[in-house]
Structures are given as structure tokens and as C-alpha cells.
């Protein structure tokens, strides 16, 4: 099903290359801003991979088998979007004139689901191959987990094209690396060596030699003239074809700005600042300069060729797809349910699977994890998990599932290694490919590492989480550099970014469920290192279901209100025991949730937090920062603003105050401010 045609029609490929080049042109100019370096310097290889090499299909974007082009030098997104229009993608000249315009669907860099076509958002620099990498992870796992002898559904691959700027970032080093080291030989990336960064030639700051270092991961490594369609055809045929566990690197030697005499092979032509010579350049290449986004019959009948060939490699396909289908229905659900998912999935079934824990439990809530981690695999057979060279403290090995490698590619383990913001990029990509739900997995001070890699999907919307442990200074004696009193904070600001931290076993369990009902964005589950009680006067299901909530009443007042207890995670315990000494006035409320609690309507919210009360004390075991909006001014917070210690977690608890006789203090004071 997935071919190469090297039947090259050089003409019109290299006609098409020009007419790209003209929309890049002309969409630079149009929006006076963008970067017109790549769209120039790299459209012979645009028109060879879109005019023959590429299996994909414009009036099906989302099909199963496509091969995945991952534009990761993303600020040349005028190469995409020209590309994508002129393909028949759902990518209008209208929408190539409206080129980072607001609302317009070619924004600046290439946005996930924003643009039919984009398969994964890329910008910061690296971040797009490194996603790639969990792409091609992905393929291999589907290809292993529903291929049978009799069909094969699965055989695309995953193609890049990256620049000097992310072969330089550190993350793709870490992702290239585990590629070689899993044997992903589905896996080309084109590397547009046109030696120009932004600020100065790349001999500037780089002297390596790339070619070699990939060698040395373990990829194949071939370098041509990136002008030769030809050349380049054959590396990639070449490339295509050869499965012997090693990814390929196609190493392109390009001009940036590509025909604009003034500025091309330069610095100068990472910017707009070839725009002003755009008569004589579109009068080089052959087009009209008296035209503007100039698309060509020509140009237009060689792509409804190139459509109606791709569409019968679709049927094709889809012959041997509907014969699996009815012979593998059970698996055939399973990828159509996955495709099909809702933006909140129902999780009933799950919550009523897991058996509640014995009251007498206490336990940390990682090792609570560990065991709810089993019981959400059953449920969900597509969730695959990884750790960051910690599974024996994160505790998320899926037990009996195999280990993800060249010799078992149906392993639902991921050993990533020591390579947290790899580890990021790599679940970002195994999401973006659609049919498996990923989960990562490190110490939570070491979320800083792979920051933007959450980051960039909560901007995507993709449904994963994170098992972040080791949540607080009850790490102990590993000391400050270990324990992440800022973290929370810092995490919470991300919009579209669910952080639940768990109080006990079995708000671990809502936690677990809030993750997999969450499909429109990643979920963190933070999690303590200590143990922490069974909060056993607390109804199950009341924990459970108030994890969905963002929070609930723990605790509800037998007299009239006049104080709420705030808390979340392991320090619930202490507002909880603050409330008995309190009396009958005190009110408790668990909020593990702050993102879910907020959406919450209105007459919710108020139910939980009466506007009315004012006398609030919030716990936790980080910065105060995030508290206020629900302390209010008349509040207090009694949180961690300074590094913590080394010594027993315990005993660093006692020093900085976080336990119930503080809890009392503070919710007296804040009495007799407002008597």
C-alpha cells in the first residue's frame, strides 16, 4: 500500500516549486512578518515529497495509514501551508492570503487541529523532531498490535523536516538518540543544512559534524544536493525501503532564500527581509511579478493527477482495512472508539472496576498509583506508560505488559532513560498520532525539564498525563535541590493543563479517572513520596467523584459556618485534624483540582466556598502563590515560600510549619480579625 513513485515528471515538480515559493512570497509580504528562508530554500524538496513520495490524502486528513510530515523548523510555516493548499488539503487560497492573520487557520507556526494537514505543533525549535520520534513510536506499536498476517493496516511512516536550530537544541538529541536505540527505521528526517541561524552564519556557534554524530546514535545518514529533486527522490526511496532498525537522516545541502540574490545564503533571509526584491525574484523563477498568489492550470492539473493516484492507494487500503475489520471486530472498535473520542469521556466503569482500599491503608499516594496504574491499563487497553529511569520510585510499570523495543514493539512500557524533556516530547508525539493514550513519568522537581513539552500540549489538546512523584519537602533528606515548592505554582498557570494532587488512596483513584475522562488536554497527577493516612471519614465515593469535581466538601460544619479549611493533597490530613480542635464551626473542603473546580458552575462553587464566609485558612506543602483566589484578602495561607531542607521529611515538615497546630493558629487569627 505505502509506495514511492520515482516516475519523476521533473517539469511540473519544478514548476510547483516555484509556484510554492510565490505563495511564500507573497504571504510574507501580505502580512509584513514570517520567515521566508525555508519556504524558498526548501522547495524542491516540498514539491518532491508532496508531488510523489509522501502517502497521504487531502479529502481524508485524519486517515489511520498517512505518513506523518512534521514540519519541526516551524517558523517556515509558509512552506507547510503552500504545500497543503496546492495538495487539495482543506487549506484555501484564502486562507494562504490570510497568512497570521487573527482567527485565521495559518497562523504563525503550525497549530495541531487548527490546520487540516498539521500533525503536530511546532515552534520551539526541537520540540517538533522529538515529537516525531513518539509518532514513529506509535506506528510501530500499531503495526505490532493490529497487523495480522492476513492484512496489514499499518506500514506509514513518519517524516521531518528540522534545521541548524533543532539539531543544536538539546531535546533533540535525547529524543535521536532513543530513536536509534529502539531501532525506529520508520523514522526520515530531512535536515535542511543551509549553515544560517538566525542571528549569524552557523559556523557562528556550531562545528560538529551532525552527519557523524547521528552515525553514532545508530541512524543511517546520506547528504545531497537538497536543489536536486532527483537525488533527493532516490535518498528517500532509498531510505523508504530499507528496514534494518536504524532511522534515516537525509541530509540536504540548501541555499535559505533560495533565488533572491540580495539576502539568499545569508542571515538575512531568516526573516521578511527578501521581501523588498520580490519583482525581480518572482521574475527569476518564471512568474508574472505584476501577480499576486499566482496558482498556476498547470500546477493544478499535476496535483489532480498526483489526487487521483493517491486515491486509489487509498482504496486500496481501505479494501484491506474493511477485510480486517471483519475479521478483528473487537480491535477494530477499539482503534474507531480511540479516533472517536469524546472531550469528556464517562468513567463510571472505572471508578466502579477499582476496589476501594482497606480502611486501615496508609501508604503513599505514588504506591496507591502504582495500584490503581494496573487497574486503569485493564480498562483502557491502549494506555502505555514510561519512566524517566525512576519506575522503581514513580512506581508505574504496567505489570505483565511487556517493554516497547526492537524485539517487542506490542510493549506497553517505556524506558526513556535519563531523558526528561525527551521523554515529554516523545509522549506528545504518541498522542498526536491518535490511537494510544500515553503517560510519562519523573520526580515532580524534574517537570521543569520537560516544561514546554506540557506545555505545548495543553496548546494541542492532547489527551495524556503525567505520574509526577515526590511532590514536596517531604522528599527529606535528598534536600532542596529535590523538593519542589515552587512547582505547583508554576504548573497551575498553565492554561489547559489539569494538575490534580491527591490527598489519600482514594482520591488517588478520582485522580486516575479524571486523567482518563480528560481528552481535551494533559493531565499532571502529583503525588507524595511520604505516606498519608486512609482519609476514612470521608465516603469513598465522595472522594472519588469530588477528585471530578476540582473539589468537595471533606469536612461539612454540624453549627453555623464561620471558617473554611483549604487544602490539597497529602496536607488535607492537617485541615481535616485542625477541624476537630476548631469545633463544630469549621467547614474542611479538599481541592485537588483547581483547573476542574473553577469550571464548575456557579451555584457549585458556592455550595463549596460561600462567598460569604471570609474566614479562610488554605494548606499545602508549596508556594502560597496560587491560594489567594480562594483565601481572599481576609485569609491566610500557610504554605512554603523559601526552599526546604535536607533532613527527614518529618522533621522538615515540623521546621517550616506544615501541620495542624499551625492550621489552628491561623484560622484564630483570621476569627478575631473579622469579629
Same mark, same amino acid.
Given at each position: 500500500?505505502?509506495?514511492?513513485?520515482?516516475?519523476?515528471?521533473?517539469?511540473?515538480?519544478?514548476?510547483?516549486?516555484?509556484?510554492?515559493?510565490?505563495? &511564500?512570497?507573497?504571504?510574507?509580504?501580505?502580512?509584513?512578518?514570517?520567515?521566508?528562508?525555508?519556504?524558498?530554500?526548501?522547495?524542491?524538496?516540498?514539491?518532491?515529497?508532496?508531488?510523489?513520495?509522501?502517502?497521504?490524502?487531502?479529502?481524508?486528513?485524519?486517515?489511520?495509514?498517512?505518513?506523518?510530515?512534521?514540519?519541526?523548523?516551524?517558523?517556515?510555516?509558509?512552506?507547510?501551508?503552500?504545500?497543503?493548499?496546492?495538495? @487539495?488539503?482543506?487549506?484555501?487560497?484564502?486562507?494562504?492570503?490570510?497568512?497570521?492573520?487573527?482567527?485565521?487557520?495559518?497562523?504563525?507556526?503550525?497549530?495541531?487541529?487548527?490546520?487540516?494537514?498539521?500533525?503536530?505543533?511546532?515552534?520551539?525549535?526541537?520540540?517538533?523532531?522529538?515529537?516525531?520520534?513518539?509518532?514513529?513510536?506509535?506506528?510501530?506499536? &500499531?503495526?505490532?498490535?493490529?497487523?495480522?498476517?492476513?492484512?496489514?493496516?499499518?506500514?506509514?511512516?513518519?517524516?521531518?523536516?528540522? @534545521?541548524?536550530?533543532?539539531?543544536?537544541?538539546?531535546?533533540?538529541?535525547?529524543?535521536?538518540?532513543?530513536?536509534?536505540?529502539?531501532?525506529?527505521?520508520?523514522?526520515?528526517?530531512?535536515?535542511?543544512?543551509?549553515?544560517?541561524?538566525?542571528?549569524?552564519?552557523?559556523?557562528?556557534?556550531?562545528?560538529?559534524?551532525?552527519?557523524?554524530?547521528?552515525?553514532?546514535?545508530?541512524?543511517?545518514?546520506?547528504?545531497?544536493?537538497?536543489?536536486?529533486?532527483?537525488?533527493?527522490?532516490?535518498?528517500?526511496?532509498?531510505?523508504?525501503?530499507?528496514?534494518?532498525?536504524?532511522?534515516?537522516?537525509?541530509?540536504?545541502?540548501?541555499?535559505?532564500?533560495?533565488?533572491?540574490?540580495?539576502?539568499?545564503?545569508?542571515?538575512?533571509?531568516?526573516?521578511?527581509?527578501?521581501?523588498?526584491?520580490?519583482?525581480?525574484?518572482?521574475?527569476?523563477?518564471?512568474?508574472?511579478?505584476?501577480?499576486? /498568489?499566482?496558482?498556476?492550470?498547470?500546477?493544478?492539473?499535476?496535483?489532480?493527477?498526483? *489526487?487521483?493516484?493517491?486515491?486509489?492507494?487509498?482504496?486500496?487500503?481501505?479494501?484491506?482495512?474493511?477485510?480486517?475489520?471483519?475479521?478483528?471486530?473487537?480491535?477494530?472498535?477499539?482503534?474507531?472508539?480511540?479516533?472517536?473520542?469524546?472531550?469528556?469521556?464517562?468513567? &463510571?466503569?472505572?471508578?466502579?472496576?477499582?476496589?476501594?482500599?482497606?480502611?486501615?491503608?496508609?501508604?503513599?499516594?505514588?504506591?496507591?498509583?502504582?495500584?490503581?496504574?494496573?487497574?486503569?491499563?485493564?480498562?483502557?487497553?491502549?494506555?502505555?506508560?514510561?519512566?524517566?529511569?525512576?519506575?522503581?520510585?514513580?512506581?508505574?510499570?504496567?505489570? %505483565?505488559?511487556?517493554?516497547? &523495543?526492537?524485539?517487542?514493539?506490542?510493549?506497553?512500557?517505556?524506558? /526513556?532513560?535519563?531523558?526528561?524533556?525527551?521523554?515529554?516530547?516523545?509522549?506528545?508525539?504518541?498522542?498526536?498520532?491518535?490511537?494510544?493514550?500515553?503517560? @510519562?513519568?519523573?520526580?515532580?522537581?524534574?517537570?521543569?525539564?520537560?516544561?514546554?513539552?506540557?506545555?505545548?500540549?495543553?496548546?494541542?489538546?492532547?489527551?495524556?498525563?503525567?505520574?509526577?512523584?515526590?511532590?514536596?519537602?517531604?522528599? %527529606?533528606?535528598?534536600?532542596?535541590?529535590?523538593?519542589?515548592?515552587?512547582?505547583?505554582?508554576?504548573?497551575?498557570?498553565?492554561?489547559?493543563?489539569?494538575?490534580?494532587?491527591?490527598?489519600?488512596?482514594?482520591?488517588?483513584?478520582?485522580?486516575?479517572?479524571?486523567?482518563?475522562?480528560?481528552? @481535551?488536554?494533559?493531565?499532571?497527577?502529583?503525588?507524595?513520596?511520604?505516606?498519608?493516612?486512609?482519609?476514612?471519614?470521608?465516603?469513598?465515593?465522595?472522594?472519588?467523584?469530588?477528585?471530578?469535581?476540582?473539589?468537595?466538601?471533606?469536612?461539612?460544619?454540624?453549627?453555623?459556618?464561620?471558617?473554611?479549611?483549604?487544602?490539597?493533597?497529602?496536607?488535607?490530613?492537617?485541615?481535616?485534624?485542625?477541624?476537630?480542635?476548631?469545633?463544630?464551626?469549621?467547614?474542611?473542603?479538599?481541592?485537588?483540582?483547581?483547573?476542574?473546580?473553577?469550571?464548575?458552575?456557579?451555584?457549585?462553587?458556592?455550595?463549596?466556598?460561600?462567598?460569604?464566609?471570609?474566614?479562610?485558612?488554605?494548606?499545602?506543602?508549596?508556594?502560597?502563590?496560587?491560594?489567594?483566589?480562594?483565601?481572599?484578602?481576609?485569609?491566610?495561607?500557610? %504554605?512554603?515560600? *523559601?526552599?526546604?531542607?535536607?533532613?527527614?521529611?518529618?522533621?522538615?515538615?515540623?521546621?517550616?510549619?506544615?501541620?495542624?497546630?499551625?492550621?489552628?493558629?491561623?484560622?484564630?487569627?483570621?476569627?478575631?480579625?473579622?469579629?
Amino acid at each position: 500500500m505505502s509506495h514511492i513513485d520515482l516516475n519523476l515528471d521533473l517539469d511540473n515538480l519544478k514548476h510547483a516549486a516555484s509556484i510554492s515559493r510565490g505563495l &511564500s512570497m507573497d504571504a510574507v509580504a501580505a502580512c509584513k512578518s514570517g520567515h521566508l528562508g525555508l519556504p524558498l530554500g526548501c522547495a524542491d524538496i516540498g514539491s518532491a515529497l508532496f508531488g510523489n513520495l509522501l502517502s497521504y490524502h487531502p479529502a481524508h486528513d485524519k486517515w489511520i495509514n498517512r505518513d506523518r510530515f512534521v514540519l519541526s523548523a516551524g517558523h517556515g510555516s509558509m512552506f507547510l501551508y503552500s504545500w497543503l493548499h496546492l495538495a @487539495g488539503y482543506k487549506v484555501s487560497l484564502q486562507d494562504v492570503k490570510d497568512f497570521r492573520k487573527l482567527g485565521s487557520i495559518t497562523p504563525g507556526h503550525p497549530e495541531f487541529n487548527e490546520t487540516p494537514g498539521v500533525e503536530a505543533t511546532t515552534g520551539p525549535l526541537g520540540t517538533g523532531v522529538s515529537s516525531a520520534v513518539g509518532i514513529a513510536a506509535a506506528q510501530k506499536m &500499531s503495526e505490532a498490535r493490529f497487523n495480522t498476517p492476513e492484512h496489514k493496516i499499518f506500514d506509514a511512516k513518519t517524516v521531518v523536516l528540522a @534545521g541548524d536550530g533543532c539539531m543544536q537544541e538539546g531535546v533533540s538529541h535525547e529524543a535521536c538518540s532513543f530513536a536509534a536505540h529502539e531501532g525506529l527505521d520508520n523514522l526520515i528526517v530531512i535536515y535542511d543544512s543551509n549553515q544560517v541561524t538566525l542571528d549569524a552564519m552557523a559556523e557562528k556557534t556550531q562545528s560538529e559534524d551532525t552527519g557523524a554524530r547521528f552515525k553514532a546514535y545508530g541512524w543511517d545518514v546520506v547528504t545531497i544536493d537538497g536543489h536536486d529533486i532527483e537525488a533527493f527522490a532516490y535518498a528517500y526511496a532509498l531510505a523508504h525501503k530499507t528496514n534494518n532498525n536504524k532511522p534515516k537522516l537525509i541530509i540536504i545541502k540548501t541555499v535559505i532564500g533560495f533565488g533572491i540574490k540580495e539576502v539568499q545564503g545569508t542571515n538575512k533571509a531568516h526573516g521578511e527581509g527578501g521581501v523588498k526584491y520580490i519583482a525581480d525574484f518572482k521574475t527569476a523563477i518564471g512568474l508574472n511579478p505584476a501577480e499576486s /498568489f499566482a496558482v498556476t492550470q498547470k500546477v493544478q492539473d499535476f496535483f489532480s493527477n498526483r *489526487r487521483a493516484k493517491l486515491q486509489a492507494n487509498y482504496d486500496q487500503w481501505e479494501g484491506v482495512y474493511n477485510a480486517w475489520k471483519a475479521a478483528n471486530p473487537s480491535n477494530a472498535a477499539l482503534i474507531e472508539s480511540a479516533l472517536n473520542k469524546p472531550k469528556h469521556a464517562d468513567v &463510571s466503569a472505572f471508578l466502579a472496576q477499582v476496589p476501594a482500599f482497606p480502611e486501615a491503608t496508609e501508604i503513599a499516594t505514588r504506591k496507591a498509583s502504582e495500584s490503581v496504574l494496573q487497574e486503569a491499563a485493564k480498562y483502557d487497553p491502549l494506555l502505555v506508560s514510561g519512566s524517566a529511569d525512576l519506575h522503581g520510585s514513580t512506581l508505574n510499570y504496567i505489570k %505483565g505488559a511487556g517493554d516497547f &523495543s526492537k524485539v517487542d514493539r506490542a510493549g506497553r512500557n517505556f524506558y /526513556f532513560g535519563i531523558r526528561e524533556f525527551g521523554m515529554g516530547c516523545i509522549v506528545n508525539g504518541i498522542a498526536y498520532h491518535g490511537i494510544f493514550r500515553p503517560s @510519562g513519568a519523573t520526580f515532580f522537581t524534574f517537570s521543569d525539564f520537560l516544561r514546554p513539552a506540557f506545555r505545548l500540549g495543553a496548546l494541542a489538546h492532547l489527551p495524556y498525563f503525567h505520574i509526577f512523584t515526590h511532590d514536596s519537602v517531604g522528599v %527529606g533528606e535528598d534536600g532542596p535541590t529535590h523538593q519542589p515548592v515552587e512547582t505547583l505554582a508554576a504548573v497551575r498557570a498553565i492554561p489547559n493543563l489539569d494538575v490534580v494532587r491527591p490527598a489519600d488512596p482514594e482520591e488517588t483513584v478520582g485522580a486516575y479517572a479524571a486523567a482518563l475522562e480528560n481528552n @481535551g488536554g494533559p493531565t499532571l497527577l502529583v503525588l507524595s513520596r511520604q505516606n498519608v493516612p486512609n482519609l476514612n471519614s470521608i465516603p469513598v465515593q465522595t472522594r472519588r467523584e469530588g477528585v471530578l469535581k476540582g473539589g468537595y466538601i471533606a469536612v461539612k460544619e454540624t453549627a453555623e459556618l464561620k471558617v473554611i479549611l483549604i487544602s490539597a493533597g497529602a496536607e488535607l490530613q492537617h485541615a481535616m485534624k485542625a477541624a476537630v480542635s476548631l469545633g463544630p464551626h469549621a467547614r474542611v473542603v479538599s481541592l485537588p483540582s483547581f483547573k476542574r473546580f473553577d469550571a464548575q458552575s456557579a451555584e457549585y462553587k458556592e455550595s463549596v466556598l460561600p462567598k460569604s464566609v471570609r474566614a479562610r485558612v488554605a494548606i499545602e506543602a508549596a508556594v502560597s502563590q496560587s491560594w489567594y483566589k480562594y483565601t481572599g484578602l481576609d485569609g491566610e495561607i500557610i %504554605g512554603i515560600d *523559601r526552599f526546604g531542607a535536607s533532613g527527614p521529611g518529618a522533621q522538615v515538615f515540623a521546621m517550616l510549619g506544615i501541620n495542624a497546630d499551625s492550621v489552628v493558629a491561623a484560622a484564630n487569627r483570621v476569627l478575631a480579625n473579622l469579629a
